[in-house]
């Protein structure tokens, strides 16, 4: 097979290098951790060896997330929401409507939250050597602390160190050293591993492991020196009829040992699992609900007639701003308004927006968010998710926005303040629910 052609997609002006290879009925991306260069991969025996094993099987797509290998170089390091674009925009460039997604170590938390995401553009899901915490804790202790990853792990990359790290067995042959080195930095820089560690230390999705809803394999090797096997038992156990496959060997990197056997247990997954034409019809979102503050008293000062003008000037404004942050408007509530965001940072950043606009339009609201899983009936929406975020808003006065801790968790990476506002009783619930204010 030649080496196959870097073709570029573009992400909101960013350019993503990928490539596409195989001659598979099916589709398989390969999202990759820390390590990617999808150009060098080909000048590596070990690589190359891979990556046409897996073309025997699918129709390969392979991509450098946004600053690294030969994608455009950014500013720091990509977000979750933003690794999650590239994929999207990967699988749109390549022609791609749905496929098995491959994500090996840090790669895989993304891919977590992508499946949950977007079921319909997932057949199956793969997890190789991956983890549903970065950093260890004291109710997740299989992964280091953040003080090793974030300061020890970088300072090592593109060293001897690293090798031993990564990939042991090549450890003592100094020509296979030598090129894991040189991969490694050309790969990306100590600073850029840092900077994505520091980012990806503070991700957690162990509450969106029990929403996945597609085929999932989970593959890991009992020794791997990088990735301890219990972060793969725990995303086995804790995703809905997932598969667990334990290898042996030691290798981090999933091209040197016995690839042969993962990448016959891929190919022997994604046939057995083969997709269907039903559309899924649940999904993670974010919600959002608003309300306009004292709207009974707004009515009775203002009369039918300039009330109606008040809200009609409401829902343009809301249904404008939904718009423009890419959200779905599901419905006016009457007096406040419900809609839906794949990603939750748009969804916190719609909701500052609509306070503050309408804020200035004389209109004051507050709001609520929570993220889940939904349920999709027509037009219409339902589930736990939708009660949950209505509650929080509840608490909310007026100008406020609140959320829940787990969309918190889900934008860790992202430049938004926020402040604790305690535990609450929601009326529905039977345990006490952790809010945030957004600042």
């Known amino acids: 097979m030649d080496v196959p052609r870097t073709q570029y997609a573009d992400c909101d002006g960013i350019g993503i290098a990928y490539q596409v290879f195989g001659q598979g009925k099916h589709d398989l991306v390969y999202v990759p951790g820390t390590i990617s260069n999808i150009e060098m991969a080909w000048d590596d025996p070990a690589q190359a060896r891979f990556l046409r094993s897996l073309a025997e099987h699918f129709r390969v797509i392979v991509f450098d997330k946004r600053g690294q290998g030969v ?54 899901l793969v997890l190789f050597a991956s983890m549903a915490k970065f950093c260890g804790s004291e109710d997740y202790p299989y992964m280091p602390l953040r003080e090793a990853l974030v300061e020890h792990f970088p300072k090592t990359w593109g060293t001897h160190e690293s090798v031993a790290i990564f990939a042991p067995d090549l450890v003592g042959n100094a020509e296979a050293e030598n090129a894991f080195i040189r991969f490694q930095r050309q790969a990306c820089t100590p600073n850029v591993v840092r ?30 020196r990088a990735i301890n096997y219990r972060n793969g038992r725990y995303l086995a156990d804790h995703i809905p009829n997932a598969t667990y496959l334990e290898l042996s060997g030691r290798n981090h990197v999933i091209f040197l040992g016995d690839t042969q056997a993962e990448v016959r247990a891929i190919s022997q997954f994604a046939q057995s699992r083969a997709s269907t034409d039903t559309a899924p019809d649940r999904r993670l979102s974010t919600v959002l609900f608003t309300d306009i503050v004292g709207s009974t008293e707004m009515l009775s000062r203002f009369g039918d007639q300039d009330w109606s003008k008040t809200l009609d000037r409401h829902d343009a404004l809301v249904m404008k701003v939904v718009s423009e942050f890419k959200g779905r408007l599901v419905k006016s509530t009457g007096d406040g308004s419900l809609a839906l965001f794949d990603k939750p ?31 999709i009936r027509g037009d219409d929406v339902a589930g736990m998710v939708i009660h949950t975020a209505a509650r929080v808003m509840d608490h909310a006065k007026t100008g406020e926005i609140l959320i829940t801790r787990l969309l918190a968790d889900l934008t860790a990476d992202q430049e938004i303040d926020f402040e604790t506002f305690g535990a609450h009783q929601l009326k529905g619930l039977s345990e006490e629910t952790e809010l945030l204010r957004v600042q």
Do not use: W
């Open 195 to 224: 900077q994505t560690y520091e980012l990806t230390a503070k991700m957690d999705v162990r509450q969106v492991l029990p929403l996945i809803c597609v085929p999932t394999l989970i593959l890991q090797r009992r020794k791997d």
């Open 345 to 375: 940072s748009r969804a916190i950043s719609c909701a500052a927006a609509l306070v503050n606009l309408l804020g200035q339009a004389g209109i004051p609201i507050r709001a609520g968010l929570h993220a889940g899983e939904i349920k």
């Open 71 to 124: 994608s455009d170089p950014i500013q720091g390091a990509p977000t979750f929401e933003e690794r999650m674009e590239d994929v999207g925009a990967v699988m749109a460039a390549s022609g791609s409507h749905s496929a098995t997604l491959f994500g090996t170590s840090e790669g895989g938390p993304m891919c977590i939250l992508f499946a949950a995401t977007y079921p319909e553009k997932v057949d199956n």
